[in-house]
DNA sequence: GAAATAAGAAACCCTTGGTTCCTTAATCCC
DNA sequence: GGGATTAAGGAACCAAGGGTTTCTTATTTC
């Protein structure tokens, strides 16, 4: 019988990693199982990964790269379009795995730097600074700059929703998250002479 | 020998449980040592929670209730005390243990209800949405009705600094919070004459 | 074709969650 | 007070999982 080497199998054992992870959750993953799912054997995954956490890290990492700057014309369709883009990518994440993987990472603070440099904001803010940024160019905002906590204010709101309550954002969500709040606090008086967000109450409720 | 029973014997458990939460963190608490450390037996502690993340729910559950009402007369002092309330609940708490909580707890609903509880804002949003009912009433701030989300808000942005970033919210924080984001949002005008935020970049950065 | 490399299979160790069983102390109730 | 009931405490046990080691053998490399 045949034996895959190097790039094949270690693509395998990801492969095997992501399928174990979307079956059986985060908690129920195993060394064992993913090496078995792969058709190999667990000193193999040693031999490349020193820990589940690791392996799991490498998982998603090819996900939450590359993320476009939108540009519609319309700051608040730049916006949604943007956290629609952090939505797709944490689709594909079962939220358990990611409590699980800052739980695992806590201790571990290369691990746990990895993780926040995946989930957290860099390539997102980035992206959302320019928004801003066209924005004040089109008038449409003040002139910046704005304080970090302003322009990762949505992000930090659903993923708060996210890890802390399980709640997958829906696309309510982000329109409430950018109408509600980023929005107003940005001053941003929408063209379509938007009514102002305190004046009627969120739309949906949870719980 | 003496042998404690019912309410002593529970009470004892619960600061084992504290203890090694504290010294060991959440990951490396086991019910072994726990029961070692109360000086009984793992059987004892299985007879009353029928799981480890059961009993450290327990074991913080005394914590984050009774939120008072702040009402010093100005809007930003309210929410200051009302967040440095939450910060120092969350002081008692280790990161890991939260986040250890979180993912332990994602595949039972019930105990995920009770952590949410726990953590989340039922208490402190009731309290926020008071405060600024009373700012509304001295005019420093517009009437409500406010949305959920917006009297959430300064809670959500400092839980998910503490839970994904393992940054336990400092004074500064706090205040950026407010200045750079809530107050702006509630179109709160600082009787001190307040700059506005915006033009004054945020003074605190992280990584 | 020989030497080096690494795959795959298996056994193994240790820790932990959770259970069971037994002995014996504390409490209850007549 | 004394017997019946309850539950504490101690120990052994099981299964599962992380992580390591060892050995055989297929694949590369030179």
Redesign the pocket.
Known sequence: ??????AE?EDAILDAAREELAELGYA??????IAKRA??????L??RW???PELFLDTLASRFTNVPVPDTGDLRDDVLELLRHAQTSLGYTRRDTVSGLIADTVHDPRLAQRLRDLIADSALSDAMSTVLELAAERGQIPPGPWPRRVITLPISLLRDDFVVFGIWPSDADLAAVTDEVFLPLLGYASPAGMVRNRDRPSSEHRE
Chains 1, 2 share one sequence.
């Open positions: 019988m045949s034996r895959r080497r190097g199998l129920k993953s195993t060394m064992r199982g058709g190999t054997s667990k000193a193999v040693y031999r020193s820990s589940l």
